[in-house]
């Protein structure tokens, strides 16, 4: 049974930052690309960012890009999201997925195998 937890939202102002955290165990965490997705009030769940098995590669949503820095310890499982100069279009919930047949990672939430529970990101103005 693999776990996805995140932690590290909460409320920040606008232009401040949070560190996202999702803690992975289970399985091989080395064998799962992995991504965050969010989901704000009203609206479909999107993607952010994805990242490779190894970390070598990233993808990035155009919204974020600049702004979020995805990373992975594969030696902890775990998988952080580094957000800066956040802005109220950013409150959403924010989910970790792990795709464990594939490896480079993906932007499409259906190619994900697991999620967690979320994590709920406020950005007031």
């Known amino acids: 049974q693999v776990q996805l937890v995140e932690s590290g939202g909460g409320l920040v102002q606008a232009g401040g930052s949070l560190r996202l955290t999702c803690a992975v165990s289970?399985?091989?965490?080395?064998?799962?690309?992995m991504g965050w997705f969010r989901q704000a009030p009203g609206k479909e769940r999107e993607f952010v960012v994805a990242?490779?098995?190894?970390?070598?590669?990233?993808l990035y949503a155009d919204s974020v890009k600049g702004r979020f820095t995805i990373s992975r310890e594969n030696d902890k499982a775990t998988v952080y999201l580094q957000m800066n100069s956040l802005q109220p279009e950013d409150t959403a919930v924010y989910y970790c997925?792990?795709?464990?047949?594939?490896?480079?990672?993906?932007?499409?939430?259906?190619?994900?195998?697991?999620w967690g529970q979320g994590t709920q990101v406020t950005v007031s103005s």
């Open positions: 997925a792990a795709d464990d047949r594939r490896l480079l990672g993906s932007s499409w939430d259906y190619e994900y195998d697991y």
């Open positions: 289970g399985r091989a965490f080395t064998s799962y690309a």
């Open positions: 990242i490779s098995w190894s970390g070598g590669r990233t």
